[in-house]
């Protein structure tokens, strides 16, 4: 069973949408929650950090936790076509030798914005 | 700048040959990791380090080595033991363990390995 699962999409929406972004976790005793935006061929860049229920805002995303339902979500606002990347969500919690955090990435979302 | 660089950008490895990718990072991070994400699928962990002279196995640690005797650096070495290297591998990097091990994790740039 897969810890971290996202549709894989792709996600089609038209410039100026909304575009919604979901993630489902296993472990109900993770603590951090992250989305990741990765353009093809490059590496993942952190755009989000979520740590506790309730939304989270910074410009045109919203990063939203429910920790009873297991789901985060990101809504961007006003999408662009230079949004058109794979989406990766990951959530930490406790499970490394020694006692650190381990972050477990879903598969990623596909989002394509179009003109 | 801070960041994380890795290199080289490119690897090509023959068979039987043994290859190390470079990490390096001068965020004063504690704990650095590497991933291999191929095609379709997550990011999976190789190795880990959360302190100097210190690191653990991932979760697909077979074929592959690491050191670290420094803190900025955390180079992975990909043997001819790895039956199936071609992938693109990412080092990452996070403030720490404990109360700090909560904060994300940044990337470098990325390796891609392929053979010959």
């Known amino acids: 069973q897969k810890e971290v699962e996202q549709n894989s999409g792709p996600l089609s929406v038209p410039e100026g949408a909304i575009a919604s972004l979901n993630c489902t976790y296993s472990?109900?005793?993770?603590?951090?929650f992250f989305w990741y935006r990765q353009y093809s061929g490059k590496s993942p860049e952190l755009i989000m950090s979520?740590?506790?229920?309730g939304d989270k805002e910074d410009g045109r995303f919203t990063a939203q936790l429910n920790k009873a339902s297991q789901y985060v979500s990101l809504l961007i606002r006003d999408s662009q076509p230079s949004d058109s990347a794979t989406y990766l969500c990951?959530?930490?919690?406790?499970?490394?030798?020694?006692?650190?955090?381990?972050?477990?990435f879903g598969t990623g979302t596909q989002l394509k914005v179009e003109l | 700048d801070g960041g994380i660089t890795q290199s080289p950008k490119y690897l090509f490895r023959k068979e039987g040959q043994n290859v190390t990718l470079s990490c390096e990072q001068n965020l004063n991070h504690d704990a650095m990791y590497w991933y291999r994400q191929d095609p379709g699928q997550g990011l999976r962990l190789i190795y880990y380090s959360q302190i100097v002279n210190d690191f653990q196995k991932g979760d697909i640690a077979e074929g592959y080595s690491v050191s670290r005797e420094k803190k900025e650096s955390f180079p992975l070495t990909v043997t001819s033991a790895q039956k199936n290297p071609t992938a693109f591998y990412l080092c990452a990097s996070s403030i720490g363990q404990g109360a700090r091990s909560n904060q994300p994790q940044h990337f470098g740039d990325g390796t891609r390995l392929s053979i010959l």
């Open positions: 472990d109900r005793g993770s603590q951090s």
């Open positions: 990951a959530v930490n919690h406790w499970g490394l030798t020694g006692g650190g955090n381990k972050l477990t």
């Open positions: 979520i740590y506790s229920n």
